[in-house]
């Protein structure tokens, strides 16, 4: 008789067509859900198992999406290795076995028990290779050729160069004083362009480098500089350093609130409208020591409202006894049926329907990962129902109110709003306190520092230090790991005490724009999964919050979302469909205002210790890390026509002894963590310094139209601008509004896209800046003549 295969089976099956090799046997990771199981302990079945943050190496983003769908709880962190891709995954020991098992290379440990511990006892202290392909000549096109300086005074340089050959081919890049094979990067299978796979440290930076395809093309770039322009500092008395330790929620929370009363002038507290479900979880127990008759019970009452008081009892107390059970206030005691020797022969099934059709009140049972369980409970004694929180008493058990600070000398609406939200994700301690860092910055440099008065005088801010309350409670006291709410929407099946650290919804795959629910890649629908993205969009409280503060002050422009860890800096698009069919793409001219705001905000992030966030992790989220269904930077983009940005703080630092970069991780030493959060703070004041720059600027840009070809027939153009500006156009004779196209951009770093006409054409157009300004003042809206117009001729 053949047989299903079990969920652990499949598993690795998909790992194993994956990635190529073969498989020897493994142990089941899971205990199916159907069939036998591997006998353990009764302490293995109501305890999670140990952790770690682990790196892995595997062949490509393929892997990566492979895994995510796997249920393997992800960072947000890749980097390009000579053979693949390094990420890094929260895994169990038995979990770290089947990857390796499966092919996928372990490459050490980042993160674990010990580091932890480390850095909780620090945080008491203070509170008290490319292939070679055929020939055949092929075009290269630059896209990144630039040097930077980052921590240490180190110099580095980043290529980056895209081929049009059809086949793959094999780049090299030369200069004065050094060479390297370029890596070719692709995903979802589709080729994007050659690149280091780190940047490269040199001694002193070439004027240019050449390009050399195996394809035959060949292509020479002058090297220009990425960040480090000379930036106007504060004033000598500005002031930073406002946190001393990682705070949790709760804490971050009061904080703001003592900030708005303290200067009640220029600050105030926004109640968001959606209470979470609370730092709280049901009391439970498993009992049995063999999988085939355990069971598990789980308290009616939350565990602080008396679930934690509930006791079950199983007994086999008289001979030929009939299974029954008695209820006395939270203890419920199961008589279980015993035989003429006195031993019991109660199944866990019957146990379990006898427990929850006589002690419903108390408490319900469910068999242990499975619908059925015929096995005989021999456990006896008396079990105590907990709901394994360890928070102390000053973190509430109850729904959390969540709540925003908005700073600002004119909070009427009638200043261009900036949203600074943090920890989406509960594991990523260092955010919050960036977020606090800058509400501290700002209303405590008011008084003396001209420029901290400008942003107040002009900009109306609003910050969201901590969008994950629950989930961040969970991480700092129970599970630092955890990365999604706390609440669980898991069937009986996943619900047993052990699966507790696997419950909750991904906040930052719950919005409705390139959703899992829309066949977006990089969400799931599994409960346990790292990226579950909910039941359904904005099922959640705390995205519902989100939404709501920006639709009810629609005067915010600009956003941004503080993640960790790798330091990249992105926008939109952030999610594309398994083709890799990505969200539409924003025009040119907003697309380069994404690149000119990010410099000046870059710029402001290297001038605390040096920090160069690599031009590599710059750009729209699906180019430079992966698909994110359901993101809230896209929602915001595209839903509320804000300028949405997403930081990764905590980038890779150069560990000089071992010759490579470092990772830092999700929760590293204060002393790393404090120094991640005063240059993320520097970033989050530069950003509100572009939308100052953007409200008071009232210049028109201007444009011009380029002929860049021609052909028997035909004549390609591109129109260009002095400024950020989205530039709309005709080819039919008709006048340009803000219904006819615009110029798109020509690819990745690619430049304006080129416009072809096969016949003679009168081209019309007009470009718009960021602010609103339009070229010669011309009015769309209105039968005004005054756009720009050229004709251009085809031979």
Not at 167 to 184: C, E, F, M, N
Not at 630 to 658: K, M, P, R, T
């Given at each position: 008789?053949?047989?299903?295969?079990?969920?652990?089976?499949?598993?690795?099956?998909?790992?194993?067509?994956?990635?190529?090799?073969?498989?020897?046997?493994?142990?089941?990771?899971?205990?199916?859900?159907?069939?036998?199981?591997?006998?353990?302990?009764?302490?293995?079945?109501?305890?999670?198992?140990?952790?770690?943050?682990?790196?892995?190496?595997?062949?490509?983003?393929?892997?990566?999406?492979?895994?995510?769908?796997?249920?393997?709880?992800?960072?947000?962190?890749?980097?390009?290795?000579?053979?693949?891709?390094?990420?890094?995954?929260?895994?169990?020991?038995?979990?770290?076995?089947?990857?390796?098992?499966?092919?996928?290379?372990?490459?050490?440990?980042?993160?674990?028990?010990?580091?932890?511990?480390?850095?909780?006892?620090?945080?008491?202290?203070?509170?008290?290779?490319?292939?070679?392909?055929?020939?055949?000549?092929?075009?290269?096109?630059?896209?990144?050729?630039?040097?930077?300086?980052?921590?240490?005074?180190?110099?580095?340089?980043?290529?980056?160069?895209?081929?049009?050959?059809?086949?793959?081919?094999?780049?090299?890049?030369?200069?004065?004083?050094?060479?390297?094979?370029?890596?070719?990067?692709?995903?979802?299978?589709?080729?994007?362009?050659?690149?280091?796979?780190?940047?490269?440290?040199?001694?002193?930076?070439?004027?240019?480098?050449?390009?050399?395809?195996?394809?035959?093309?060949?292509?020479?770039?002058?090297?220009?500089?990425?960040?480090?322009?000379?930036?106007?500092?504060?004033?000598?008395?500005?002031?930073?350093?406002?946190?001393?330790?990682?705070?949790?929620?709760?804490?971050?929370?009061?904080?703001?609130?003592?900030?708005?009363?303290?200067?009640?002038?220029?600050?105030?507290?926004?109640?968001?409208?959606?209470?979470?479900?609370?730092?709280?979880?049901?009391?439970?127990?498993?009992?049995?020591?063999?999988?085939?008759?355990?069971?598990?019970?789980?308290?009616?009452?939350?565990?602080?409202?008396?679930?934690?008081?509930?006791?079950?009892?199983?007994?086999?107390?008289?001979?030929?006894?009939?299974?029954?059970?008695?209820?006395?206030?939270?203890?419920?005691?199961?008589?279980?049926?015993?035989?003429?020797?006195?031993?019991?022969?109660?199944?866990?099934?019957?146990?379990?329907?006898?427990?929850?059709?006589?002690?419903?009140?108390?408490?319900?049972?469910?068999?242990?990962?499975?619908?059925?369980?015929?096995?005989?409970?021999?456990?006896?004694?008396?079990?105590?129902?907990?709901?394994?929180?360890?928070?102390?008493?000053?973190?509430?058990?109850?729904?959390?109110?969540?709540?925003?600070?908005?700073?600002?000398?004119?909070?009427?609406?009638?200043?261009?709003?900036?949203?600074?939200?943090?920890?989406?994700?509960?594991?990523?301690?260092?955010?919050?306190?960036?977020?606090?860092?800058?509400?501290?910055?700002?209303?405590?440099?008011?008084?003396?520092?001209?420029?901290?008065?400008?942003?107040?005088?002009?900009?109306?801010?609003?910050?969201?230090?901590?969008?994950?309350?629950?989930?961040?409670?969970?991480?700092?006291?129970?599970?630092?790991?955890?990365?999604?709410?706390?609440?669980?929407?898991?069937?009986?099946?996943?619900?047993?005490?052990?699966?507790?650290?696997?419950?909750?919804?991904?906040?930052?795959?719950?919005?409705?724009?390139?959703?899992?629910?829309?066949?977006?890649?990089?969400?799931?629908?599994?409960?346990?999964?790292?990226?579950?993205?909910?039941?359904?969009?904005?099922?959640?409280?705390?995205?519902?919050?989100?939404?709501?503060?920006?639709?009810?002050?629609?005067?915010?422009?600009?956003?941004?979302n503080t993640h960790s860890y790798g330091g990249y800096f992105m926008w939109a698009p952030g999610a594309y469909k398994p083709?890799?069919?990505?969200?539409?793409?924003?025009?040119?001219?907003?697309?380069?205002?994404?690149?000119?705001?990010?410099?000046?905000?870059?710029?402001?992030?290297?001038?605390?210790?040096?920090?160069?966030?690599?031009?590599?992790?710059?750009?729209?989220?699906?180019?430079?890390?992966?698909?994110?269904?359901?993101?809230?930077?896209?929602?915001?983009?595209?839903?509320?026509?804000?300028?949405?940005?997403?930081?990764?703080?905590?980038?890779?630092?150069?560990?000089?002894?071992?010759?490579?970069?470092?990772?830092?991780?999700?929760?590293?030493?204060?002393?790393?963590?404090?120094?991640?959060?005063?240059?993320?703070?520097?970033?989050?004041?530069?950003?509100?310094?572009?939308?100052?720059?953007?409200?008071?600027?009232?210049?028109?840009?201007?444009?011009?139209?380029?002929?860049?070809?021609?052909?028997?027939?035909?004549?390609?153009?591109?129109?260009?601008?002095?400024?950020?500006?989205?530039?709309?156009?005709?080819?039919?004779?008709?006048?340009?509004?803000?219904?006819?196209?615009?110029?798109?951009?020509?690819?990745?770093?690619?430049?304006?896209?080129?416009?072809?006409?096969?016949?003679?054409?009168?081209?019309?157009?007009?470009?718009?800046?960021?602010?609103?300004?339009?070229?010669?003042?011309?009015?769309?809206?209105?039968?005004?003549?005054?756009?720009?117009?050229?004709?251009?001729?085809?031979?």
């Open positions: 008789m053949n047989h299903p295969p079990s969920p652990a089976r499949r598993r690795r099956t998909r790992l194993s067509r994956l990635l190529a090799v073969p498989l020897l046997p493994l142990p089941l990771l899971l205990i199916p859900s159907t069939g036998s199981a591997t006998e353990t302990a009764d302490e293995v079945l109501g305890e999670p198992e140990v952790t770690s943050l682990v790196r892995l190496a595997v062949p490509d983003k393929a892997a990566v999406l492979e895994l995510e769908q796997e249920g393997y709880d992800l960072a947000h962190y890749t980097k390009p290795l000579d053979d693949g891709l390094e990420v890094h995954a929260v895994l169990t020991e038995d979990e770290q076995a089947t990857l390796e098992d499966a092919g996928v290379r372990v490459l050490g440990v980042l993160e674990d028990a010990g580091t932890l511990a480390t850095v909780q006892q620090e945080r008491r202290s203070a509170a008290a290779a490319a292939e070679a392909t055929e020939a055949a000549t092929d075009t290269l096109t630059p896209l990144r050729t630039e040097w930077f300086t980052s921590v240490g005074g180190e110099t580095y340089l980043n290529l980056e160069v895209k081929s049009d050959a059809p086949a793959s081919v094999t780049v090299t890049a030369d200069w004065d004083g050094g060479s390297v094979t370029l890596q070719r990067f692709t995903d979802a299978g589709q080729y994007m362009y050659h690149r280091a796979s780190a940047p490269i440290a040199v001694e002193d930076v070439p004027d240019a480098v050449t390009y050399t395809s195996s394809g035959g093309g060949e292509l020479t770039v002058p090297v220009t500089q990425w960040l480090g322009q000379p930036r106007k500092g504060p004033s000598p008395h500005y002031a930073s350093g406002f946190v001393d330790r990682y705070l949790d929620p709760t804490e971050v929370t009061e904080r703001v609130e003592e900030l708005a009363a303290e200067f009640p002038q220029l600050a105030e507290v926004v109640d968001l409208p959606h209470e979470t479900n609370g730092y709280r979880r049901h009391a439970q127990v498993t009992v049995g020591t063999l999988a085939s008759h355990a069971f598990y019970v789980t308290s009616a009452a939350w565990g602080h409202e008396g679930g934690n008081s509930a006791r079950l009892v199983l007994a086999a107390d008289a001979v030929d006894q009939q299974l029954s059970v008695d209820v006395d206030g939270s203890v419920a005691t199961v008589h279980l049926q015993t035989d003429s020797a006195g031993d019991p022969v109660s199944t866990a099934d019957e146990v379990v329907a006898a427990i929850n059709a006589a002690a419903g009140e108390v408490m319900t049972a469910a068999p242990y990962r499975s619908d059925s369980r015929t096995g005989v409970v021999t456990a006896t004694g008396e079990f105590a129902l907990s709901d394994n929180l360890s928070a102390p008493d000053s973190v509430s058990r109850d729904p959390f109110e969540m709540k925003a600070i908005r700073i600002g000398e004119q909070r009427d609406g009638s200043r261009p709003g900036v949203m600074l939200y943090c920890q989406e994700h509960a594991r990523e301690w260092v955010t919050p306190i960036t977020c606090v860092e800058t509400a501290e910055r700002l209303l405590r440099n008011y008084q003396h520092d001209p420029g901290t008065r400008k942003l107040l005088k002009g900009l109306d801010v609003f910050i969201m230090p901590t969008v994950n309350p629950d989930g961040g409670h969970y991480s700092m006291y129970d599970y630092n790991w955890q990365r999604k709410n706390m609440t669980n929407y898991c069937g009986p099946e996943q619900s047993d005490p052990a699966r507790r650290t696997s419950w909750g919804v991904d906040l930052n795959r719950n919005f409705t724009v390139g959703s899992h629910q829309d066949g977006y890649v990089g969400a799931s629908d599994n409960c346990t999964s790292a990226v579950f993205a909910g039941p359904d969009e904005l099922s959640e409280p705390e995205a519902q919050n989100e939404k709501w503060l920006t639709e009810e002050f629609d005067n915010i422009e600009y956003a941004m083709d890799r069919t990505p969200l539409p793409r924003p025009d040119f001219g907003t697309e380069e205002h994404f690149w000119e705001a990010s410099e000046h905000i870059l710029s402001t992030i290297q001038d605390y210790r040096g920090t160069a966030i690599w031009p590599g992790r710059t750009g729209p989220v699906i180019d430079v890390l992966y698909s994110a269904a359901g993101n809230s930077a896209d929602e915001h983009f595209y839903e509320g026509d804000i300028y949405a940005w997403n930081f990764e703080v905590g980038a890779d630092l150069w560990d000089a002894e071992a010759g490579r970069w470092r990772a830092v991780g999700f929760q590293p030493p204060f002393e790393e963590g404090y120094q991640e959060a005063m240059e993320f703070s520097n970033g989050m004041i530069g950003m509100l310094e572009v939308a100052l720059e953007q409200a008071g600027d009232v210049k028109a840009p201007t444009s011009d139209l380029e002929v860049t070809g021609t052909e028997e027939g035909s004549v390609s153009f591109v129109i260009t601008t002095d400024e950020a500006a989205t530039v709309y156009y005709t080819t039919d004779g008709s006048r340009p509004t803000y219904d006819s196209p615009t110029v798109e951009s020509a690819g990745l770093r690619e430049g304006p896209a080129e416009i072809t006409v096969s016949n003679t054409t009168t081209v019309n157009w007009f470009a718009v800046d960021v602010a609103g300004n339009v070229e010669r003042n011309y009015d769309p809206e209105k039968k005004a003549n005054n756009y720009r117009s050229e004709k251009v001729r085809v031979r």
